[in-house]
């Protein structure tokens, strides 16, 4: 069956998933966590549990142009640190869609988003931002990038909502703009490709949603251009600025849907 009589897709629904989907490509060059907006777009227009598995397959390929964008800036001790709490995150994030129903994992996620926002601010406001990201040696330390971990796990696993959570947790570890995406570029990839056997075995990716996934996805290409070419024009503040307010605005729309 024809992808676009499945889901019942018009020609402007069209038109606002592929915008949804330069957003992705600009989220992932430019300003990380705006692809909530993305994920609002896709859970409106279509079917929600449907609408993450089409999702995955264009983030993937933002994922990898953001990769060939900032691979050199990547800091791998701080990736290191987090894969084993965001595997944990991401097999229960799987239980929990088994059984969880939409509104409960829609609020639950944007309740996070929103206190994360808040407490970034107030860390922000305290703390002075280096060059470098400070190494996490402390027992604290440690105890923030697993719990940041694994809720990036089980946030990224139910929603593809985890954006936000590790831009919040590489902003409060003092990262600079380059740092930030290139950490953040690797991070998602390897995150992404390894919740395709999950999101394949709850039935959420298939053959028709590779379909919609092959009409979408160059509209990433264009987004990440214009995101590579907006970044070097954004300074340090307003890009942090920038994404706490996608953060918050991601949240309150899961909260409000």
């Known amino acids: 069956m024809d992808t676009m009589t499945l889901w019942h897709i018009s020609g402007w629904e069209f038109a606002a998933l592929a915008a949804a989907a330069l957003l992705v490509g600009f989220s992932k060059t430019a300003v990380s966590g705006a692809n909530t907006v993305s994920l609002a777009v896709f859970a409106a227009i279509l079917p929600a549990r449907a609408s993450t598995g089409v999702l995955l397959p264009i983030l993937i390929a933002g994922d990898v142009l953001a990769v060939l964008t900032y691979r050199r800036h990547a800091h791998w001790p701080t990736l290191w640190r987090l894969f084993p709490a965001v595997a944990a995150g991401v097999v229960f ?6 059984w969880a129903d939409d509104g409960v994992v829609r609020a639950s996620i944007g309740a ?10 107030r860390r922000r406001r305290r703390a002075e931002t ?13 105890l923030k990038a697993r719990s940041y971990g694994v809720l990036g796990g089980f946030t990224t696993m139910v929603a593809n909502a985890g954006g936000p959570v590790m831009a919040l947790y590489l902003l409060s570890a003092g ?5 930030f ?3 953040s570029a690797f991070f998602f990839l390897i995150v992404n490709v390894s919740k395709v056997p999950f999101s394949a075995g709850l039935g959420l990716i298939d053959g028709h949603s590779l379909l919609l996934d092959a009409a979408l996805v160059v509209f990433v290409v264009p987004g990440a251009l214009l995101g590579k070419w907006a970044v070097h ?3 340090q ?3 942090e600025q920038l994404v706490i307010a ?6 309150v729309q899961l909260l409000i849907r």
């Open 112 to 121: 996070i988003l929103l206190l994360m926002a808040g407490l970034t601010v």
């Open 246 to 251: 996608a953060t918050v605005v991601g949240g």
């Open 130 to 142: 280096g060059d470098e990201p400070a190494a996490v040696t402390s027992r604290a330390g440690r």
């Open 181 to 183: 995406l290139g950490t």
């Open 175 to 179: 990262f600079r703009k380059l740092g």
């Open 233 to 235: 024009r954004i300074n």
């Open 237 to 239: 503040r307003l890009f």
């Open 93 to 98: 994030g799987t239980l929990f869609l088994v």
